[in-house]
């Protein structure tokens, strides 16, 4: 899949910035984790348990989930960002 091997620093940032983004979904959007979780192929409690900082995923899982949040619901976050730069103003 990805031939480039992510750093630990890289891995944890990435894992922060889709937790938020599973977070935005989740509690503005209503979207249930069961989507991400039948899409990248994991347990709906493991997905819970990452969101949660109980559990880590590994970096191609997390990958996945990157790209399945982005296709998807990719505009409803860049709207959520751009809520948020003028609230900030």
């Not at 997905?47 to 995923?57: A, S, T, V």
């Amino acid at each position: 899949m990805n031939s480039k091997r992510l750093t630990e620093e890289e891995l944890t940032e990435k894992q922060e910035k889709v937790k938020t983004w599973l977070h935005i979904l989740d509690k503005i959007y209503g979207v249930k984790m069961t989507v991400f979780s039948k899409a990248i192929g994991i347990h709906n409690q493991n997905l819970h348990n990452f969101r949660k900082e109980k559990r880590g995923l590994t970096e191609e899982k997390t990958i996945l989930l990157e790209k399945v949040i982005v296709r998807k619901y990719g505009r409803l976050l860049m709207l959520e960002d751009s809520d948020y730069e003028s609230l900030s103003k």
